[in-house]
T-cell receptor, first 112, second 111 residues
Framework: DTEVTQTPKHLVMGMTNKKSLKCEQH?????MYWYKQKAKKPPELMFV???????INESVPSRFSPECPNSSLLNLHLHALQPEDSALYLC???????????FGPGTRLTVT | QKEVEQNSGPLSVPEGAIASLNCTYSDRVSQSFFWYRQYSGKSPELIMS????GDKEDGRFTAQLNKASQYVSLLIRDSQPSDSATYLCAVNRGATNKLIFGTGTLLAVQP
């Protein structure tokens, strides 16, 4: 089973809202990632968790707050977002930080 | 110089032909190389990974790696209209273990 699941599929939120994106994998992978993808652009790395610890933060604004409650779950908490944050948010996991990653279907986020 | 470079295309090939997609990278310590396929509105799907020099074949797909030339390619034999998508080259940047994506090549297979 090479499945990464993400909820919700679509999210519309106002600039004053607080929401969370969720990601889950049951492949026993120990690295999990958040990417942001704008239209016609490649995925852009935001955060990496390795063995449930934050190992890479690509200078992401603090209005994005990641959380890894356990080895299977990854959350992205959103607060006071801007319209330019509208994008496809992708979660991925991999066996470790060297091997290939499997992407979830993504959450299409629109900030109004 | 971008870390991972791809021709954005579109690359147009007739059905049944071989599609050749190319990627160059700048970091010599890179160790792992991946090709992802992304259909419009969908998430990237891993189709090939390659770690050592030479060719790796999987069905209609062949990945080729030349570390001396810092070059990785993907060949798609017997191209089908369903292969029409954006193909993303990704390179594991050895020093930081980060996966860096190229901008992608749009492939259009004409029936």
């Amino acid at each position: 089973d090479t499945e990464v699941t993400q909820t919700p599929k679509h999210l519309v939120m106002g600039m004053t809202n607080k929401k969370s994106l969720k990601c889950e994998q049951h492949m026993g992978h120990r690295a999990m990632y958040w990417y942001k993808q704008k239209a016609k652009k490649p995925p852009e790395l935001m955060f990496v968790y390795s063995y449930e610890k934050l190992s890479i933060n690509e200078s992401v604004p603090s209005r994005f707050s990641p959380e890894c409650p356990n080895s299977s779950l990854l959350n992205l908490h959103l607060h006071a977002l801007q319209p330019e944050d509208s994008a496809l948010y992708l979660c991925a996991s991999s066996q470790d930080m060297v091997t290939s990653g499997y992407f979830g279907p993504g959450t299409r986020l629109t900030v109004t | 110089q971008k870390e991972v470079e791809q021709n954005s295309g579109p690359l147009s090939v007739p059905e049944g032909a071989i599609a050749s997609l190319n990627c160059t990278y700048s970091d010599r310590v890179s160790q792992s190389f991946f090709w992802y396929r992304q259909y419009s509105g969908k998430s990237p799907e891993l189709i090939m990974s390659i770690y050592s020099n030479g060719d790796k074949e999987d069905g209609r797909f062949t990945a080729q790696l030349n570390k001396a030339s810092q070059y990785v390619s993907l060949l798609i034999r017997d191209s089908q209209p369903s292969d029409s998508a954006t193909y993303l080259c990704a390179v594991n940047r050895g020093a930081t273990n980060k996966l860096i994506f190229g901008t992608g090549t749009l492939l259009a297979v004409q029936p």
